[in-house]
């Protein structure tokens, strides 16, 4: 695998489920970004993690909880969403934290039913 | 804050075409400039940049420059292709101290038709 893989590519689900989307960076970069993309809306920086750093968007709902164990791999563990949910979540990476050239993956197509 | 403002779409376009859409920005300091694009079904792509004013980014044939008197970024290629189809973002960088967010205009969906 090279660049930026994220799993499942679409997932649909309940308001009452709990899931889980994986990102996992291949470019040896020192930070990962979590992005929300809804239709006719700018990309929403929702997290971003390094190892020794983390921001999140305090507009991002709880229901949103994000996981980094290691440079590689970033999490967001999904529960009790709600329909207004339903986007396209994009993972990214880069070499340095907060850096304007972004890897992203091919996101996962999130459907909230 | 800071803001990115690009020309509404869709933007439908015959094959060889000339192409341009507008970015513009509202930044403090001396922000750097980006050009993203987003094929169908995937993630999105660096197109080409710009860190300081009157650089010129290109790439693929598209080109945009870096205008800090008109605080402006606008995208060209002088002849389109049915495979540059695709949602085209304009987005920056913060020069300020820790500045770790890029900000991204709506995107504009350029289709370009044979």
């Known amino acids: 695998e090279t660049g930026v893989t994220q799993t499942p590519r679409h997932l649909v689900m309940g308001m009452t489920n709990k899931k889980s989307l994986k990102c996992e960076q291949h470019l040896g970069h020192n930070a990962m970004y979590w992005y929300k993309q809804s239709a006719k809306k700018p990309l929403e920086l929702m997290f971003v993690y390094s190892l020794e750093e983390r921001v999140e968007n305090n507009s991002v709902p709880s229901r949103f909880s994000p996981e980094c164990p290691n440079s590689s791999h970033l999490f967001l563990h999904l529960h009790t969403l709600q329909p207004e949910d339903s986007a396209l979540y994009l993972c990214?990476?880069?070499?340095?934290w907060g850096g304007g050239e972004q890897f992203f993956g091919p996101g996962t197509r999130l459907t909230v039913l | 804050g800071d803001s990115v403002t690009q020309m509404e779409g869709p933007v439908t376009l015959s094959e060889e075409a000339f192409l341009t859409i507008n970015c513009t920005y509202t930044?403090?300091?001396?922000?750097?400039l980006f050009w993203y694009v987003q094929y169908p079904g995937e993630g999105l792509q660096l197109l080409l940049k710009a860190t300081k004013a009157d650089d010129k980014g290109s790439n693929k044939g598209f080109e945009a420059t870096y205008r800090k008197e008109t605080t402006s970024f606008h995208l060209e290629k002088g002849s389109v292709q049915v495979s540059d189809s695709a949602v085209y973002f304009c987005a920056l960088k913060g020069s300020g101290a820790g500045s770790y967010q890029l900000t991204f205009g709506k995107g504009t969906k350029l289709s370009v038709i044979p």
């Open positions: 990214a990476s880069s070499q340095e």
């Open positions: 930044a403090t300091g001396y922000p750097s």
